[in-house]
C-alpha cells in the first residue's frame, strides 16, 4: 500500500517516468522483493493524485471492482467540463460512477464542502452517479468494495 502510494506520486508529481520506473523493476530483477515491486510497479498510475484516491483504487482493484477510468472529466456540453472524478465506472453502467476521494482537510471547509454538494447536485442532473470515500473508509477495504459493488449493480442491467 505505502510503496503503491508513493509511485503514484513519484509519477503524478513526474519526479520519476514510465521509462525509469521500468529501468528499476529490471534492475531489481535478482534482489530481495524484486517480485513484489514489479507488482507494485504494474499498479502505478501517474493520474492518481493523493494517496487516499490510492488507497480507494487498490481496494478497489482487491475486490476485481478496478476503476475503468482516473481523473475522469464530465462535461455538460463539449469543452465544458464541469466535474473530474476521482475514479470512474463506465462499462456495463448505464450512468457514469463517479468515485470521489474526499480529504478531512479541504473537504470539510465549508466553501469546499458547499461546493461539493452543488457540484453534486450538477452530476444527478448529468445522469451521473457518485459515491464518496475518506480517509477512514480506506482504512475498511471491503466496505468500499460493498459500496462500489452495490452503486453497480443498483444500476440495473442494460438493456439490449
Not at 499498479?43 to 476503476?67: K, M, Q
Amino acid at each position: 500500500m505505502h510503496a503503491l502510494c508513493a509511485l503514484d506520486s513519484a509519477l503524478n508529481l513526474k519526479l520519476l517516468g514510465r521509462d525509469e520506473l521500468a529501468a528499476e523493476v529490471v534492475g531489481a530483477a535478482r534482489r530481495r522483493g524484486a517480485r513484489q515491486l514489479r507488482a507494485v510497479a504494474g499498479l502505478a498510475d501517474e493520474r492518481a493524485e493523493s494517496p487516499l484516491e490510492t488507497r480507494i483504487r487498490l481496494a478497489c482493484v482487491d475486490g476485481d471492482l478496478a476503476p475503468d477510468e482516473l481523473q475522469y472529466e464530465v462535461q455538460q456540453e463539449p469543452g465544458i467540463t464541469v466535474a473530474i472524478g476521482d475514479l470512474a465506472w463506465l462499462r456495463r453502467r448505464r450512468r457514469p460512477l463517479l468515485g470521489e476521494c474526499d480529504g478531512v482537510g479541504v473537504h470539510a471547509l465549508p466553501t469546499p464542502l458547499f461546493r461539493d454538494r452543488r457540484r453534486g447536485n450538477v452530476l444527478t442532473g448529468l445522469a451521473c452517479d457518485t459515491v464518496r470515500f475518506t480517509w477512514e473508509d480506506s482504512l475498511r477495504p471491503a466496505y468500499v468494495q460493498w459500496v462500489v459493488r452495490s452503486a453497480i449493480a443498483a444500476d440495473g442491467p442494460i438493456a439490449s
